[in-house]
Nanobody, 125 residues
Framework: VQLQASGGGWVQAGGSLRLSCAASGRSLSRYAIAWFRQAPGKVREFVAAIRQSGGTTVHADSVKGRFTISRDNTKNTVFLQMNSLKPEDTAVYYC???????????????????WGQGTLVTVSS
């Protein structure tokens, strides 16, 4: 599956953005999808993940209560709604997909075999 992340941009602190991860080539419903991010000079970190049916989601503690991952399998798209953005949320955001991601590995980068290109989110103070 090919994944395409979009929706990044510039926003002031406290603002909102919604990222999209669209799939082509295969049905996204077969894939668990996660968002990761990489800030300048830092390692890539887990943000949120959602299982195939959408019934299970996990969020990093740093974004819990502010970010929400969701999916619409009819549109072959996964979303990341980001509210109350902070300057420390500035990063390139990547979506990734995997068909064999077990519950305990949802936060693990190595569990995902398909990666989209990143979309840059810049939050100014």
């Amino acid at each position: 599956v090919q994944l395409q992340a979009s929706g990044g941009g510039w926003v002031q602190a406290g603002g909102s953005l919604r990222l999209s991860c669209a799939a082509s080539g295969r049905s996204l419903s077969r894939y668990a999808i996660a968002w990761f991010r990489q800030a300048p000079g830092k390692v890539r970190e887990f943000v949120a993940a959602i299982r195939q049916s959408g019934g299970t989601t996990v969020h990093a503690d740093s974004v819990k209560g502010r970010f929400t991952i969701s999916r619409d399998n009819t549109k072959n798209t996964v979303f990341l709604q980001m509210n109350s953005l902070k300057p420390e949320d500035t990063a390139v955001y990547y979506c990734a997909g995997g068909t064999t991601v077990i519950l305990s590995n949802l936060r693990s980068q190595t569990a995902y075999s398909s990666w989209g290109q990143g979309t840059l989110v810049t939050v100014s103070s």
